[in-house]
Every structure is written in structure tokens, then in C-alpha cells.
């Protein structure tokens, strides 16, 4: 979890797929200069974590009312930015505690149904990001969306609660597929995306306002990506190289046991006797199939010329 100096009461993390354990955290040696929300944090912190195709991921944290935040209409309000767009609003207030502690997930985007009383809860997923062609009105669209691409931010406010509100959903601009140029130059491999959601019921809604003016409590800020992209700009290793499988070593007689001497000498006496029987047979199967000439006969011819044609 992310913890920030100063500020030992708060804590964030990034999970994946359901497990219950926290993402790897490395430290962000540049964390982003623009943020999503707009004021000051009196306590920031950065953090790089590492991303995955089509992967599920949610926000937790965890607050503990060391310092009495919450007491009476006061409380904590947090929010979340993912890819520059509020996705997620809530208001921390003393029922939500156990024992002044309170442990809140944050799993996805909420949007409306068409049954009343009722929402869709559609959780959040890592998706690769898709370079297109595209005008320059898209162009400059994207360059908006790209400025933000691969942050979620936690923002924590303290709030004065004024009573209750009607829920609506928030809207939210995700975008996965972008303009190759706005893309240019850009080390980063995923977007955010929603996944198939589950109804659940509607939210209740509390108006309040913000006694620190622009100033914020905290802000806690993830930079996602790929491994390869974190290989790439050196916060992780990168994989070694396989290494070269060893030559056989040559054997020597004098190493081997006596009984295998003696085997692998008669081995090799029994194929030199099968190589001599193989050549004697091969010898006697061309001196068959030479052809046998008769032997030249000698004709006789008689005073008057004639010639004698029996044997």
C-alpha cells in the first residue's frame, strides 16, 4: 500500500483480479505534473505499478480517524480519477467506521439502469491501447485524453456535509483506442475500459462542501503499464538472456568402471564380426551373379573345304 510520509492514516493500493493482494509498488522518479482534479495536495505521493492485458483491477484504501476527521456533518470525501475522468465519489462518514477504522474498495464505474432504484456497477479493466489514423479534430481530442493516459488518482478532501442528494451517474470519458499521433512519442501501453456489469442498488447521495477551499488533504497518484514498458524505460530489469546450453564433455576410458570396458569392448568386437560376415556374403553374392561363358569351341575342316559342325 502507499503510504505517505506525514500522512500515516491514509492508505492506497491497486489490485488485480480479485486478489487480496497489493500490486508491486515502485517508486515514480517523474511523477505526472498535471493532475486530473484541480487544486493543491497538501501530502502527494507517486507510484508505478505494472499493468496487464484484459485484466480486472480495483482501488482500496484504508482510513483511520487518528486525527478526527470525521465527527458530526465533518467528514472525508474521495475520490477517484482514472485516465483523467472522475469515475468514482464518496463520502466517509462516522457510520462507516468500525472502531475509527474504515476499509473501502473501489471496483468500478457506476452507471444508470432502467429499473428504478437500481444501478449497473461495470468494473474496471486494463486494455491495450489502439493506435488508429485519424483527423485532426480527433488529434486534438485525443492529445487531451493522452495528457492523463495510464494515471489513477486518489484525491482525499475534508467536507462539511449538508444533507441529502440525489444520485446521478458521473461521466466519465474512457478511452482505449487513440490517434497514432497523439500517441507519438508516448511510452505507454494501456487505457482503461469497463468490463460487463452487475445490477446493484442505487447509492445514496449526500451535498457538501469544501472548508479548505482548493486545498486537498492528499493525493495519491499510480502510473500503470505493460512490463514491457516498464522494461523499457528501466523500472524493472529486463529479462535475462538464455544462456548457451553446455557442450558434452568427451569421455575418457581410463574414467570408466572396469565391467564397462569390457562391454563396450565386446560391443565393438560383435560389430566388427557383423561387418565381416556382412563383406564375405557380399563377395559370394557377385561371384553367382557373374555370367559363365562357354568355353570356345574349335571347328574342324576337312581337305575339301567343309566344316565339321559336330561335336
Known amino acids: 500500500m502507499a503510504v505517505i510520509d506525514g500522512l500515516p492514516e491514509i492508505k492506497v493500493s491497486v489490485r488485480l483480479n480479485g486478489s487480496n493482494d497489493d500490486c508491486v509498488e515502485y517508486d515514480d522518479p517523474d511523477p505526472p505534473q498535471t493532475t486530473a482534479s484541480r487544486g493543491t495536495a497538501t501530502h502527494s505521493i507517486s507510484k508505478i505499478i505494472e499493468s496487464q492485458d484484459d485484466a480486472n483491477f480495483s482501488v482500496h484504501y484504508e482510513l483511520k480517524d487518528a486525527r478526527r476527521w470525521i465527527q458530526g456533518n465533518r467528514g472525508l470525501v474521495v475520490k477517484v480519477y482514472i ?11 462516522k457510520k462507516t467506521l468500525r472502531n475509527g477504522v474504515g476499509r473501502y474498495v473501489v471496483e468500478g464505474m457506476m452507471t444508470e439502469s432502467e429499473r428504478p432504484g437500481k444501478a449497473f456497477l461495470k468494473p474496471f479493466r486494463f486494455a ?32 462539511k456535509i449538508r444533507g441529502r442528494g440525489n444520485w446521478k451517474p458521473l461521466a466519465a470519458i474512457l478511452k482505449t483506442e487513440l490517434a497514432e499521433k497523439a500517441m507519438k512519442g508516448k511510452n505507454l501501453s494501456h487505457g482503461t ?46 529479462d535475462p538472456s ?26 565393438r568386437l560383435d560389430q566388427l564380426a557383423d561387418v565381416k560376415r556382412e563383406g564375405a556374403s557380399s563377395v559370394k553374392r557377385e561371384a553367382d551373379d557373374e555370367i559363365n561363358l562357354d568355353r570356345r569351341k574349335v571347328y574342324k575342316t576337312d581337305a575339301d573345304g567343309t566344316i565339321d559342325l559336330t561335336e
Open 83 to 93: 485516465d483523467g475522468s472522475i469515475v468514482k465519489s464518496s463520502v466517509i462518514q
Open 128 to 159: 491495450a491501447i489502439k493506435q488508429v489514423e485519424e483527423s485532426d479534430v480527433r488529434i486534438t481530442e485525443d492529445l487531451k485524453v493522452v495528457k492523463h493516459l495510464g494515471n489513477i488518482e486518489i484525491i482525499v478532501y475534508r467536507a
Open 193 to 238: 475500459s469497463l468490463s460487463e456489469g452487475r445490477e446493484i442498488r442505487k447509492p445514496r447521495s449526500v451535498t457538501y462542501k469544501y472548508p479548505d477551499g482548493e486545498v486537498r488533504l492528499a493525493r495519491f497518484v499510480f502510473r500503470y503499464k505493460s512490463k514491457a514498458a516498464l522494461q523499457i524505460e528501466g523500472t524493472i530489469p529486463r
Open 242 to 267: 538464455p544462456e548457451p546450453s553446455p557442450e558434452p564433455q568427451t569421455q575418457n576410458v581410463a574414467d570408466l568402471p572396469e565391467a564397462e570396458i569390457l562391454r563396450l569392448a565386446q560391443e
